[in-house]
């Protein structure tokens, strides 16, 4: 059981928008701003799509975004494209001083 | 631009030593802008940290695992490397290296594509 709660799957039709919830505690997603968002295409090596809630690496589409309330946080994806299809995970830091991730969230672009 | 590969057997067995490498191209592993980690996902379960280690040797290791995890910096090689001892089939995963980065080195970027480790008689 991963420490933070993903739904398993969600899905959505090209052009529409999406978002994919993270639930930690007060130790981890509620008590920092440090979380961060991966995709991962089975085969391939995960990317860092978002970093400290709603930062974007160079070079990510700005489809991409991040934000947070209480000890949830949010992946939001606007104007859906089939490249999107992936596995996503949620990360945080935690007040033990180590990383935690989600269980991961499967997109399926309809 | 770091480009990360994890080598090593795909085959354990049980009670044994699991040695990776990871080996680092476009940077250097001594460079003091970086720590190095290494994060593991059982199948069909999420990601799980296991550590990370600075150029120097100071590392930080996952409480859960760290009785048995050692990561090291072979910088004449450009690689750093995951022992994790004592296995069973638990620790049966898809192995990744990556770069930490952040205030705490909890984010990391980039990635290698992972290698899937079986433990198995």
């Known amino acids: 059981q991963s420490a933070l709660t993903q739904p398993a799957s969600v899905s959505g039709s090209p052009g529409q928008s999406i978002t994919i919830s993270c639930t930690g505690t007060s130790s981890d997603v509620g008590g920092y701003n440090h979380v961060s968002w991966y995709q991962h295409h089975p085969g391939k090596a995960p990317k860092l799509m978002i970093y400290?809630?709603?930062n974007r690496p160079s070079g990510v589409s700005n489809r991409f975004s991040g934000s947070k309330s209480g000890n949830t946080a949010s992946l939001t994806i606007s104007g859906l494209q089939a490249e999107d299809e992936a596995d996503y995970y949620c990360s945080s830091y935690r007040s033990d001083s180590t990383v935690v991730f989600g269980g991961g969230t499967k997109l399926t672009v309809l | 631009q770091l480009q990360l590969q994890e080598s090593g057997p795909g085959l354990v067995k049980p009670s044994e030593t699991l040695s990776l490498t990871c080996t680092v191209s476009g940077g250097s592993i001594s460079s003091s802008s970086y720590y190095w980690g290494w994060i593991r996902q059982p199948p069909g379960k999420g990601l799980e940290w296991i550590g990370n280690i600075y150029y120097s040797g100071s590392t930080y290791y996952n409480p859960s695992l760290k009785s048995r995890v050692t990561i090291s910096v072979d910088t004449s090689k450009n690689q750093f490397s995951l022992k994790l001892s004592s296995v069973t089939a638990a620790d049966t995963a898809v192995y990744y290296c990556?770069?930490?980065?952040?205030?705490?080195?909890?984010?990391?970027?980039?990635w290698g594509q992972g290698i899937l480790v079986t433990v198995s008689s």
């Open positions: 990556a770069v930490p980065s952040g205030y705490y080195y909890h984010w990391f970027d980039p």
């Open positions: 400290d809630i709603n």
